[in-house]
């Protein structure tokens, strides 16, 4: 079965630095991995998706990721951080081929609080 | 662009009581979804439906029931209350096999539904 882990339920920076929120699967193959966002009191938006080809993918809002296969890791990065980017940040992974493959497992969630 | 609706926005409850919380998405979606959330457990999968009068269990199915008449509608059902239900819930939907290799897998996200259960 699939999973993913978030080590970091909750990661304080200040405005302008760098972040990069950790997550790590587990997947038999190579799987369909997605971060969402979830601003207070709102639903979940999708930052950026992988399903195939260049491992270093970009999002809306100035964030990326990077699929690294070796260390089943799909971390979420942004060079230089906002205020607006405090909310909670979900990392999920999907099958990709055959099966149940409709579904997907989210991780438990990163909170991001941003300090001026 | 409205995508997936949720109704209510918030709602309270006695024990024992029973609602339904509504789900409607206008993206001619195949498959939906309800979740519900809770501080720590992240996102929980209580049923899903991968097309119009089909149902399916998630990861927390108890004390939940689903319908899906119409392809553009979830339901998602509280026979009798219980205040472990008190949670936030939120309906999704994405393409399905309709949508490709990947595109499938993007799920949509109504902006949820606040249930407190006294």
């Known amino acids: 079965a699939q999973s993913v882990t978030q080590p970091d339920i909750h990661i304080t920076v200040s405005e302008g630095a760098s972040l990069e929120l950790r997550c790590n699967y587990s997947?038999?193959?190579?799987?369909?991995l997605f971060w969402y966002v979830q601003s207070p009191g709102q639903g979940l938006q999708l930052l950026l998706k992988?399903?195939?080809?260049?491992?270093l993918v970009q999002g809306i809002k100035g964030f990326e990721a990077e699929f690294k296969r070796s260390q089943s890791s799909f971390n979420l990065r942004k060079p230089s951080v906002h205020w607006s980017d405090a909310a909670e940040y979900f990392c999920?992974?999907?099958?990709?081929?055959?099966?149940?493959?409709?579904?997907?497992?989210f991780g438990k969630g990163t909170l991001l609080t941003v300090n001026p | 662009n409205a995508g997936v609706t949720q109704t209510p926005k918030f709602r309270v409850l006695k024990t024992g009581q029973s609602m339904t919380l509504l789900c409607a998405q206008d993206?001619?979606?195949?498959?939906m979804y309800w979740y519900r959330q809770d501080p720590g457990m992240g996102l929980r999968l209580i049923h899903y439906?991968?097309?119009?009068?089909?149902?399916a269990k998630g990861e927390v199915p108890d004390g939940y029931n689903v319908s899906r008449l119409k392809k553009q509608n979830f339901l998602l059902g509280l026979e009798s209350a219980a205040p472990s239900q008190t949670s936030v819930y939120f309906c999704?939907?994405?393409?399905?096999?309709?949508?490709?290799?990947?595109?499938?897998?993007?799920?949509?996200f109504g902006a949820g539904t606040r249930l407190s259960v006294l």
């Open positions: 997947y038999g193959a190579t799987p369909y």
């Open positions: 999704a939907s994405s393409k399905g096999l309709a949508g490709g290799d990947g595109a499938k897998n993007i799920q949509y």
């Open positions: 999920a992974v999907g099958q990709n081929s055959g099966g149940s493959n409709y579904k997907l497992t």
């Open positions: 993206m001619n979606h195949e498959y």
């Open positions: 992988y399903f195939s080809g260049d491992t």
């Open positions: 439906s991968v097309g119009e009068g089909t149902t």
